[in-house]
């Protein structure tokens, strides 16, 4: 991506070359049929791979093909491209625990907080239960307000924890995982009551 190019704009897949616009397009209409939406897409990251808007759309290709490991490749590389953009560490275990302005209306730092939630969650759906809480702990220092609703997928996998403790074995909770009552803040302090009633 041309280091000019406004974040915020890019991320609403603005800033786009209009062959890369074409590609995008293509790969949308041809849904259904992998190999056109795979070579369309591969025109596109050819001439912009950095692009927000062509990481979105390989993200969501992978995602809704059922291809997670591949999406999550996907979400790193978001996240270094909105790393960049928010000024942050590259390696998101590196960025400091401390709150991130701008959670709330910040384009960039939304684009990186919810990356890293979908990279939580994917990383929960691909079993791998030590990098899931690590970034899901990320997310609540980051975004503490929890305005991206990380807290959510935080809570579903201390119910897997407690499920699979109990030697059940719950196929659908990712899907249908508990809602929470509390939104903002308050979502994240109920799942540390959570948390603590069941170390109890």
């Known amino acids: 991506m041309n280091p000019a190019l ?13 062959e890369v616009e074409a590609a995008l397009h293509e790969a949308g209409q041809a849904r ?9 897409l591969m025109r596109a990251c050819s001439l912009a791979p950095e692009h927000p808007a062509v990481l979105i759309a390989f993200y969501r290709h992978y995602f809704y093909s059922h291809r997670l490991r591949l999406a999550r490749a996907v979400a790193r590389k978001a996240l270094v491209s909105g790393a960049a953009a928010v000024g942050l560490p590259t390696l998101w275990r590196e960025v400091p625990e401390q709150a991130l302005p701008g959670a709330r209306d910040d384009v960039a730092t939304r684009f990186y ?3 890293l939630k979908g990279y939580a969650y994917l990383s ?24 991206v609703g990380a807290a959510v997928i935080e809570a579903v996998r201390l119910r897997r924890q407690r499920l699979a403790a109990a030697g059940v074995d719950d196929d659908e909770d990712l899907e249908a995982g508990p809602a929470l009552a509390a939104t903002g803040a308050r979502a994240w302090e109920a799942v540390a009551a959570v948390a603590e009633e069941a170390a109890r």
Not at 6 to 18: I, K, M, R, T
Not at 32 to 40: E, F, H, Q, T, Y
């Open 32 to 40: 259904g049929d992998a190999p056109r939406v795979m070579s369309a």
């Open 6 to 18: 406004d974040f915020d704009a890019a991320v609403l897949g603005q800033g786009l070359p209009a």
């Open 124 to 147: 929960l759906r691909l079993d791998e239960e030590t990098e899931a809480q690590a970034a899901l702990a990320k997310l609540r220092v980051l975004d503490p307000d929890d305005c």
């Open 113 to 115: 907080l919810w990356v």
